[in-house]
């Protein structure tokens, strides 16, 4: 089915990539990579709410992030959903200008699009049986982050309701 795009609609969602520590695994050579990242990060994901096959696909960056190597368009059959975006295995590569930016996404209708933030614990060169390149990453919680239908004025204030992550150490 092929939609026109009058009927897709615009999503500008947050992306989030910042690492507030490292560290090196004990008894090992800090140069040969084995490092635990504590970070924050994003996580996106659409569900296709409609009868037939639809598909959302990122059409702008802001703030420096960019998209990975590989199809830009995630295609989802009736009913289904993905994760478009969950750093570091899948879709969008993070930003050299900071830690904040925004993706601008076209999606066919019935597709609705879902953001989080979610801190979490990267481990670089930790050997698991069940991980691939001996990368594992750790949640340590995760809350809604607001998904705008429109752009906004800089420096203007939106109300998007509580992001609570819970209590720091």
Not at 38 to 62: E, G, K, Q, R
């Amino acid at each position: 089915m092929t939609v026109s795009a009058a009927e897709q609609k615009h999503y500008f969602v947050p992306l989030i990539q910042a690492v507030t520590s490292t560290e090196v695994i004990p008894g090992s050579d800090p140069a040969g990579g084995l490092t635990i990242r504590t970070m924050w990060l994003d996580n996106l994901s659409a569900f296709n709410t409609s009868s037939v096959t639809a598909s959302v696909t990122p059409i702008a960056f802001y703030g420096g992030f960019v998209k990975t190597p590989g199809d830009q368009t995630v295609t989802l059959a009736p009913g289904t959903g993905n994760q478009f975006s969950r750093w570091p295995w899948a879709g969008i590569g993070g930003s050299e200008n900071g830690p904040v930016g925004f993706v601008e996404l076209l999606a066919d209708p019935g597709v609705i699009v879902s953001a989080g933030v979610e801190k979490a614990q990267f481990c670089s060169g930790c050997v698991l049986p069940d991980r691939v390149g001996g990368e594992t990453l750790v949640s340590q919680g995760r809350s809604a982050m607001p998904v705008f239908e429109t752009l906004f004025p800089a420096g203007a204030s939106v109300i998007c309701g509580e992001v609570n992550l819970g209590a720091p150490r």
